[in-house]
């Protein structure tokens, strides 16, 4: 529900570019659904840069160890657990490709952005500044509405 091809690959490798000189560096890793075209662009442009690091889908996948260490994220509209798992963190999350999704993922982008987990990737931002907000935390509101459901039917969880 997200329309990506090569322009989009042209546009985020260029905006890349332009926030190299305010990040200390840019890794990457791209999810299953990622076109093998905008893959390839991205590679293409980026495989021997000194600041850039790409993962090659051998090893086990880093992005567990990105969020972990990472200061902020630029993440491709089209994946929505990468997006998500972006935000539980509180840190900076930029956002390219959201204009061209459709239906729930539209809404779902709209919803980040109203309550200020996400931002437009351009590159123009200076990914030095930090900003933040309070991190996603689904396990926590889905139990919470599973005990008001229960509560309302006058059950309770230890």
Same mark, same amino acid.
């Given at each position: 529900h997200?329309?990506?091809?090569?322009?989009l690959?042209?546009?985020?490798?260029n905006?890349?570019?332009k926030?190299?000189?305010t990040?200390?560096?840019?890794?990457?890793?791209?999810s299953?659904?990622?076109?093998? %075209?905008?893959?390839?662009?991205?590679?293409?442009e980026?495989?021997?840069?000194?600041?850039?690091?790409?993962?090659d889908? %051998?090893?086990?996948?880093?992005?567990l160890?990105?969020l972990?260490?990472?200061?902020?994220?630029?993440?491709?509209?089209?994946?929505?657990?990468?997006?998500?798992?972006?935000?539980?963190?509180?840190k900076?999350?930029?956002?390219?490709?959201?204009?061209?999704?459709t239906?729930?993922?539209a809404?779902f982008?709209?919803t980040?952005r %109203?309550?200020?987990?996400v931002?437009?990737?351009?590159?123009?931002?200076?990914?030095? +500044?930090?900003?933040?907000?309070?991190?996603?935390n +689904?396990?926590?509101?889905?139990?919470?509405r599973?005990?008001?459901?229960l509560?309302?039917k006058?059950w309770?969880?230890r």
């Amino acid at each position: 529900h997200c329309k990506y091809g090569t322009d989009l690959a042209i546009n985020l490798v260029n905006a890349l570019y332009k926030v190299l000189g305010t990040c200390g560096s840019v890794r990457i890793s791209f999810s299953r659904r990622t076109p093998i %075209q905008v893959c390839n662009i991205v590679c293409k442009e980026f495989v021997s840069h000194p600041k850039v690091d790409i993962w090659d889908g %051998q090893d086990p996948n880093p992005h567990l160890g990105h969020l972990a260490w990472g200061d902020a994220f630029v993440v491709t509209a089209d994946s929505v657990s990468m997006l998500s798992e972006a935000c539980s963190t509180g840190k900076p999350v930029y956002v390219i490709g959201s204009e061209r999704c459709t239906w729930k993922f539209a809404a779902f982008h709209k919803t980040l952005r %109203q309550r200020g987990v996400v931002r437009i990737f351009t590159g123009e931002e200076d990914i030095s +500044d930090s900003w933040s907000y309070p991190p996603l935390n +689904d396990n926590a509101e889905a139990a919470s509405r599973i005990r008001e459901a229960l509560a309302e039917k006058g059950w309770s969880l230890r």
